[in-house]
């Protein structure tokens, strides 16, 4: 059984800072694909950011140079700073990893940026 548990989520005034974490454990042998998605009230599920286990990373545009996404390989943790937060950036944030070829899924961590 793998489980993902996120954390580090909270509430932040527009212009601050938040790391979320994303800690892997159970049956693990070797994580893939690691990524970071969130959804906001009304909208669809969206792709932040991903990791590949060798480190290769890609964001989408509305983060690009605001966002880092990073992982520990021996931990099984992805970690997530967000800089210069923005109120567009509320949402509940999910993790994910690509185990075995299997899909797991946190259960969401919620940021909130106020204005």
């Known amino acids: 059984q793998v489980q993902l548990v996120e954390s580090g989520g909270g509430l932040v005034q527009a212009g601050g800072s938040l790391r979320l974490s994303c800690a892997a454990s159970g049956s693990i042998f070797s994580i893939n694909d690691m990524r970071w998605y969130r959804q906001a009230p009304g909208k669809q599920r969206e792709l932040v950011t991903s990791i590949t286990r060798g480190g290769s990373t890609n964001y989408a545009d509305s983060v690009k140079d605001r966002f880092t996404i990073s992982r520990d390989n021996a931990k099984n943790t992805m970690y997530l700073q967000m800089n210069s937060l923005k109120p567009e950036d509320t949402a509940v944030y999910y993790c994910?990893?690509?185990?075995?070829?299997?899909?797991?899924w946190g259960q969401g961590t919620q940021v909130t940026v106020s204005s």
């Open positions: 994910y990893a690509q185990i075995f070829f299997s899909d797991y």
